[in-house]
């Protein structure tokens, strides 16, 4: 059997094209080109809505399709159907849904694979909460980019537990896998050898820079709340350039969110570092996401918001052999070693409970998530001395720049490049089928009872609404307008052949009625027993039957 997983896709999910490049973007581009080029699985298979989104993503994929693979397209209707792959990816941690859909079929039937990004949105949160009382089951996993993050996702999952233990008297157990996979990146897309010392040339070239100026470089939104205040950045070059006497350019590639943000951006890098020569690139330009780590001495990333969890500008740094100093914050605590990659530089935050009415206010709605972030952004802070110091190592000490990038470069290699990632993840996934084999089944769905408390079968919930309910000692006999004019006018009528996707054939339907025209009247279990071979047959047959009915065509004798 293929170790590999459905994926759940949708555009936004693995497009870098789009006006908003977010890192979930770049992540999500990156893993599916990767699963398409590394994974060992002999086929590919897409869960999509439409044959139309199918479409596009077989189109994604095609240059990155080095061998030939089946490409098997599963609707969203048929999660039935998700047991030939044997787990279903999707590129957020919003499993629950998920789950309970699948309870309706079989719980052993698949496994249910997520993946972190941000994680402090109200959103994330409650889909992290919901994985306490949703039917989890231990060969589900939602995976944790970070220590970081899981260290957050289980601090969640406890309190939530541990409330709902005091609301109920019962404590759930949580079941869902919380493995570690870094995100990764693709080693071999960034120039390499002479190629990197030819691009380095140029793009300092175009952008006036001399040979032997000191670049260094940030990559990522330019966003105060979201990403890193660039201002202790900016006091930290200045003091560098003035301490050391060297001409330095800071180079920011990405692209400005929030247009209120260009004119700051641009005038606090007047006042705070006017010795600098500071440099805005557009990120989103594929030729430059590539390049311009080349033109690069050092990479810095001082991140101090709650919407960051892993970093990957830091590991794409790395991949470019350049010495990274970052905060010591988030993931970044896990990809740059200190004094051995790059540097950390402390960060501090305030004690627990100094920010309960900024979370009151983001719950009722006074805040809205980008100011909920700006008011944290403002309340951590990053040592702009030791920022100071360990730029000064770098910038002094050429040697020192050239160890750190060349051990960034290979751990990296080792760890980080998405053919190792995916290969955990095929891993990952391998471990889940044999856990579904043999591991007892969570909260097992007791005959007669709804597989969704909260959105079950109308008919049953509602079963109190009707006089009669369909029984398969019911017996049918032919209606008035049983004729094949009237027929073929239901069929053309768009608000009387609505949902006719949900019923059988007409091909079928047309039988039946032979039947029951050539017996006189024939009993709703005999047509059951004819014609139904599923359960799915067997709804579809019910609903039929009483559409026939709505319209006079069969009537109950």
Known sequence: MDTTAAVLYNRDGYDTGGERLLGRHSAGEGFLKSLVQHGTADSLYCWAGSEAMFKEFCSRIQPWLQQPRKVRWIQTDRPDLLSQPGTIYRPDPALADMVWARRFLDQRAYSVCGVTHTIATKYVMESIGDLVTAPVQPWDALICTSAAVKTTVERVLTAWSEYLAQRTGGK???????????????????????????????????????PDDIVVLFVGRLTFSAKAHPVPMYIALERVAQQTKTKIHLIQAGWIEDPREEPDFKTSAQVFCPSVNTIFLDGRNPEIRVNIWSAADVFMSLSDNIQETFGLTPIEAMANGLPAIVSDWNGYKESVRHEI??????????????????????????????????HTSLATAVDIDACTRALCQLIADSELRKRMGENARQRVREIYDWKVVIAAYEDLWRELAEIRLGAPESAPLPAGMPPYPLGDDPFRVLSHYSTQTLSNEMILTMGPIATPELLKQLRKIWFTSFGEDRRISVKTQIEILDLIKQKGAVSVGEIVDRYVTSDRQLAYLYRTLLYLIKFNILVIS
């Open 341 to 374: 990659d790059g540097f950390r530089i402390p960060t501090l935050i305030p004690p627990p409970e100094s920010c309960l009415d900024l979370a009151i206010n983001y719950l009722d709605g006074s805040l809205n998530w980008p100011t909920y972030m700006g």
């Open 172 to 210: 759930p157990e949580i079941l869902v896998k919380l493995p570690i996979i870094p995100l990764g990146v693709d080693c071999s897309a960034f120039p390499q050898g002479v190629e990197a010392v030819n691009t380095r040339r140029q793009q300092r070239q175009a952008l006036g820079i001399s």
